[in-house]
């Protein structure tokens, strides 16, 4: 367990040296709101550790059929542990939870929404559910991590999908098999339209597809299975992140050198021309020089604390041209260029603006000794810090911090830097492993606190989310 270490260190002081001695600034250009609809969500974090089940609720609020990518990224490395498309009708709710129900990791859903490709398998409730594949999820390797929800194209009405993927009076599409043929190489290429309950069959034919527009709302929610205790909050929403349509076939992908298949649209953006996303939206919007927010801990009154760090899209930087290690185990030594490690600065206070270094007295000898602000390093992808040796989700691999304060609630500012020269997004869509041109400062990061109290009686049991709040990037 992290000690801070009680040497003098005043407030002002102890917050400047922690986040590097920079000035707050909110950067004006930033395209980023929890509570704004985007073309982009990022959900921080996922579980399903011990009983926990995570839930995500996807809304299309335009009146155009929206196409959307749904992928899971692991914690540990951001490898892509499991991803499909989604096809909804205008005015659409589609909502999943992510389980390891009999053993198998995956996305279960009853609702009626066209997807490409259908369910691989079901529930042990017989809900329809998308398994990820066994070699990128085994051994609990995908069993948390955050979650990508992509708008890849809109359609207006007329279009053959959007006609196949609209719902009747019964809320029954009118045919998902021929929504699913547009996601075949060549377009349109796969199996006639049949009839549905809803009505006629499909027309087929080219569909016309435009950039998706700001119309996605995201929400996502983290579930105790066994006790029912239940916290959650809207995902974060990128505005304007594409401007253009990003469809993709799900036939195939760069494991088998095909560069317009399913691991696209990614976080740098679509196919080959359509790239260069991360650096001028991604670190433009979440980059942040440190994070602030809540924590409190008390083992007899049942109160924890876990923070999620989540840095996205460091799966960007890694050469594509030899990234089959990544995938299958985490630890490869490949050629990458990413942000990660870095090393996470802490300002911690009480709620009385007491810091773990006050000493009593006032003049000191000079010359003082330097004072050590307490680090850590973060090599995950995605971070969970428990606070004052009690838990909420229990991670596989927790930040453990005591704040060294005699008070068990307060707040704190994380500072986070990069010992990486030169970090550098390599072009996903060049299996020669082109990079970008020069690399954008600011570390993208995501995350929230998660606090509850727990009760002999788990009915009584209740907890919250709160997102962090950012010390954005001086220009």
């Not at 929206?66 to 589609?94: E, T």
């Not at 041209?321 to 009480?350: E, K």
């Amino acid at each position: 367990m992290k000690q801070f270490l009680k040497k003098p260190l005043g407030l002002a002081v102890a917050a400047t040296l922690a986040m590097g001695g920079m000035a707050v600034y909110t950067n004006a250009s930033a395209a980023t709101d929890a509570n704004a609809l985007g073309d982009l969500a990022l959900v921080p974090y996922y579980t399903v550790r011990d009983n926990f089940v995570t839930g995500v609720h996807i809304t299309n609020t335009s009146d155009q059929t929206q196409v959307v990518k749904l992928r899971l990224r692991r914690g540990s490395d951001s490898a892509d542990a499991l991803d499909f498309n989604l096809i909804m009708s205008p005015f659409d709710v589609w909502v999943g939870t992510i389980n390891d129900d009999d053993g198998v990791l995956g996305i279960s859903s009853s609702d009626n929404t066209c997807t490409a490709p259908q369910a691989t398998g079901t529930d042990s409730n017989g809900k329809p559910k998308w398994e990820a594949p066994d070699v990128f999820a085994a051994n609990g390797a995908a069993d948390e991590g955050y979650l990508e929800v992509i708008g890849m194209a809109a359609a207006d009405e007329d279009q053959p999908i959007s006609v196949a993927a609209l719902h009747g009076s019964d809320g029954t599409p009118r045919s998902c098999l021929s929504a699913r043929s547009n996601f075949f190489i060549a377009n349109q290429s796969g199996p006639a339209a049949t009839t549905s309950t809803a009505g006629p069959a499909a027309t087929q034919g080219d569909s016309v597809y435009e950039e998706t527009g700001n119309v996605l709302k995201v929400s996502y929610f983290i579930r105790d299975a066994a006790t029912g205790m239940e916290m959650g909050d809207n995902a974060t929403h990128i505005v304007d992140f594409s401007d253009e349509a990003m469809m993709t076939h799900q036939q195939g992908g760069l494991n088998n050198g095909l560069l317009t298949g399913f691991d696209f649209p990614d976080l740098d953006g679509g196919i080959a021309g359509q790239r260069g996303l991360y650096d001028s939206s991604i670190r433009l919007s979440l980059g942040a020089d440190a994070i602030m927010n809540d924590w409190s801990f008390n083992a007899t009154n049942g109160v924890s604390t876990d923070w999620v760090v989540t840095i996205p899209g460091q799966y960007l930087m890694d050469d594509p041209s030899d990234n089959g290690s990544v995938i299958v185990d985490g630890t490869s030594d490949v050629t990458n260029h990413r942000d990660l490690p870095v090393t996470a600065a802490f300002a911690v206070y009480d709620r009385e603006e007491a810091t773990p270094t006050e000493e009593e007295g006032g003049l000191v000898i000079s010359p003082s000794p330097e004072v050590e602000v307490p680090t850590t390093e973060f090599e995950r992808e995605t971070n969970v810090i428990e606070w004052g040796g009690n838990k909420v989700f229990n991670t596989v691999a927790p930040t453990k911090v005591d704040p060294g304060l005699a008070n068990s609630t307060g707040w704190a500012a994380l500072s986070i830097s990069s010992n990486t020269v030169a970090p550098l997004i390599y072009d996903q869509t060049d299996v020669t492993g082109g990079t970008s041109a020069a690399p954008i400062n600011g570390i993208p990061v995501i995350g929230f606190t998660a606090w509850q109290r727990t009760f002999t009686d788990a009915s009584k049991n209740y907890g919250r989310i709160v997102g962090h709040s950012r010390i954005n990037p001086t220009p």
